[in-house]
């Protein structure tokens, strides 16, 4: 993949540094931290990278108010795919040194395919037989724009099976904690029209009531500040997998984070297991298109760097999660 970056700052252009301005690249579906890109942009702002077939979400923050996301698909036919000249057009802004120093940024994409495939071919000239292409950006920064990108990834993501006895259950037991990962790995299902990825789990016997304690945990994004969050629905199936409940709607709520304990911000709910539900022999979490909708916020401990580690504030700071199609989710069952 080949492409190329700027700042234009006032009318003045110049490459964006990796030391100072984090950078990140990541499949779409990953629940991992986003890994930062270290090397650096050519003095003309190039880059020439080399991705595996998928979809992926590229992050820029370049001042606290302008943040920019994007996601592009990179083929499963080979090749060498052009991402386009993409310039951050605004206004010259200290604010840390050797960093973007810019804001209230506009991304403008221009297509420079020809002149950019030329550059590239006088320094890999074995790449002249290679099949050439042009990736479609997305802009997902705003609400609007990740849920829908969010829904397309969804879409074209491929069905694990037509029926919920094909899914893969994981055994659920009395008072153990355990986090579980809800990823692409398993494939997909359509849950009523929309598809998901989803965790599939298996109830111990009904013989008393009990609570099911959810904490779906925030996920480092990549941007100071702002996170990402699996926000579950709840699926309850009898023994031959019919459905006997859907809980899509207030499941889950935003929590705090705190130093004690240590508990980092998260999506936090329960389900109360009585004789009404007594039937319920699996459970299985998914999310929806409604709750892929606008970022939700929480608060967390503010804290100083000092030398050493952090020193507490007192005062709780605001930080946001925006809603993911994959997760970690921590799950505990409990006797009233």
């Not at 109830?203 to 945990?217: D, E, G, H, N």
Request: charged share 20%.
């Amino acid at each position: 993949m080949f492409g190329r970056m700027l700042l234009v700052r006032d009318g003045v252009s110049s490459a964006i540094s990796t030391f100072s301005t984090a950078v990140r690249i990541d499949k779409i579906t990953s629940t991992d931290e986003p890994p930062m890109v270290v090397h650096p942009f050519t003095d003309e702002g190039r880059f020439y990278w080399l991705l595996e077939p998928g979809q992926y979400r590229l992050t820029m923050p370049l001042h606290l108010t302008d943040v920019f996301e994007f996601t592009f698909s990179v083929p499963k036919m080979p090749g060498t795919y052009y991402f386009g000249d993409l310039l951050f057009k605004g206004t010259m802004h200290f604010h840390t040194l050797g960093g973007a120093n810019i804001k209230d940024v506009t991304a403008v994409f221009e297509d420079h395919f020809d002149a950019e495939m030329a550059e590239l071919l006088t320094h890999e000239p074995q790449l002249a037989g290679d099949h050439f292409g042009k990736l479609n950006i997305v802009d997902m920064s705003q609400d609007m724009a990740r849920q829908r990108a969010l829904r397309l990834v969804l879409a074209n993501a491929p069905l694990c099976c037509s029926h919920p006895s094909g899914f893969q259950f994981e055994l659920l037991a009395f008072d153990m904690s355990k986090t579980y990962e809800i990823d692409a790995e398993q494939g997909a299902y359509d849950f009523g029209g929309a598809k998901s990825y989803f965790g599939a789990f298996a109830l111990p016997p009904y013989t008393a009531p009990y609570v099911i304690f959810l904490r779906s945990q925030a996920m480092s994004s990549g941007v100071p500040g702002q996170y990402r969050v699996f926000s579950p629905a709840a699926m309850l199936l009898d023994e031959q997998f019919n459905v006997i409940e859907r809980i899509e709607t207030g499941l889950a709520q935003p929590a705090p984070a705190s130093l004690v304990p240590p508990r980092p911000v998260s999506m936090y709910g329960q389900i109360e297991m009585s004789e009404l539900r007594a039937r319920a022999r699996y459970l299985v979490l998914y999310t929806t298109h409604d709750l892929l909708g606008s970022t939700r916020s929480a608060t967390m401990p503010g804290t100083m760097l000092i030398p050493g580690g952090a020193l507490p504030l007192g005062m709780p700071m605001w930080v946001g999660m925006d809603p993911w199609i994959t997760g970690r989710v921590t799950i505990s069952l409990n006797r009233n």
